[in-house]
């Protein structure tokens, strides 16, 4: 069974920062592009960051790029979301996404649809 568990979320003050952990479980992900979302109160689900399989292609939103970094390693099958200069619009539930498939060296998806499995979640908190 697979199993994507996410951590390190937390409540933090502004420009502080917090690094998130997916830890992936029951097959490896070393062949597949994984990514990050988010989801506010209110909102709709959001792409934050994608990686590709070797982790050599990376793409971010926007809003926070120069802030957020994503990283994986292969031999953990984990995932990393390094997030600085927090705001509080990044008040959100974060969610790691993984594909099924095995992708091309340097593919990142950014849409939800691409992806197959999903964590529960881990709730980021940032006080103004």
């Known amino acids: 069974q697979v199993q994507l568990v996410e951590s390190g979320g937390g409540l933090v003050q502004a420009g502080g920062s917090l690094r998130l952990s997916c830890a992936a479980s029951g097959r490896t992900f070393s062949g597949s592009g994984m990514g990050w979302f988010r989801q506010a109160p209110g909102k709709e689900r959001e792409f934050v960051a994608a990686i590709s399989r070797s982790g050599a292609s990376t793409d971010y939103r926007d809003s926070v790029k120069g802030r957020f970094t994503i990283s994986r390693d292969n031999a953990k099958n984990t995932l990393y979301l390094q997030m600085n200069s927090l705001k509080p619009e990044d008040t959100a539930v974060y969610y790691c996404?993984?594909?099924?498939?095995?992708?091309?060296?340097?593919?990142?998806?950014?849409?939800?649809?691409?992806?197959?499995?999903w964590g529960q979640g881990t709730q980021v908190t940032v006080s103004s």
């Open positions: 996404a993984a594909r099924r498939g095995i992708d091309g060296t340097r593919f990142v998806g950014t849409t939800s649809s691409q992806y197959d499995y």
